[in-house]
T-cell receptor, first 116, second 117 residues
């Protein structure tokens, strides 16, 4: 069964460093998303991406964040200068469409980011 | 105002029994979708079931069913014949404006389910 994959599973970085989180969405999906979950809290939307551009973003997704689809399979989230409060689990998700039952978003296993 | 409210931080159920996890939502959009996800201790988010606001029947997927009461704005998840592997965190989520291009899911705070032998 197709699935979303994410690498690395755990990333430890120093405050101020840049990190790139990688995702391979399900191959025939067209919409891609990043969410984050701070430990013990609910899952929060960061950004959605379609047709090589951001279609929606949250207030959390400020200038420190960027997303890219560098090739036909990968989808990346870059945090330019990490802060302590960026420590969280980051989930990538993908969906085939954006309306009705077919818009179910399938999540990857997550990358746990720890900023020291 | 909270868009998605899950009032049960924790629930306990015995193996083979049924359990209902509550979810209420708040939206003025007539077109929306409701989702339930399971998050085991390993951390991944597993899609369980979907209900569209215009769906006439309650959604079912195997042992999972969604008790959708539109007038009360509730979308409770019912797990029948609980198994030990059902022990996990369960999140209710909503997406508004289906078909408009807005895609974000809004999640509740989750309910931790513990199934005992």
């Amino acid at each position: 069964e197709p699935e979303v994959t994410q690498t690395p599973s755990h990333q430890v970085t120093q405050m101020g460093q840049e990190v790139i989180l990688r995702c391979v969405p399900i191959s025939n999906h067209l919409y891609f998303y990043w969410y984050r979950q701070i430990l013990g809290q609910k899952v929060e939307f960061l950004v959605s991406f379609y047709n090589n551009e951001i279609s929606e973003k949250s207030e959390i997704f400020d200038d420190q964040f960027s997303v890219e689809r560098p090739d036909g399979s990968n989808f990346t989230l870059k945090i330019r200068s990490t802060k302590l409060e960026d420590s969280a689990m980051y989930f990538c998700a993908s969906s085939w469409a954006s309306g009705g039952a077919s818009d179910t978003q399938y999540f990857g296993p997550g990358t746990r980011l720890t900023v020291l | 105002a909270q868009k998605i409210t899950q009032t049960q931080p924790g629930m306990f159920v015995q193996e083979k029994e049924a359990v209902t996890l509550d979810c209420t939502y708040d939206t003025s959009d007539p077109s929306y979708g409701l989702f339930w996800y399971k998050q085991p201790s390993s951390g991944e988010m597993i899609f369980l079931i979907y209900q569209g606001s215009y769906d006439q029947q309650n959604a079912t997927e195997g042992r999972y069913s969604l008790n959708f009461q539109k007038a009360r704005k509730s979308a409770n998840l019912v797990i029948s014949a609980s198994q030990l592997g059902d022990s996990a965190m369960y999140f209710c989520a909503m997406r508004e404006g289906l078909g408009t291009g807005f895609q974000k899911l809004v999640f509740g705070t989750g309910t931790r389910l513990l199934v005992s032998p």
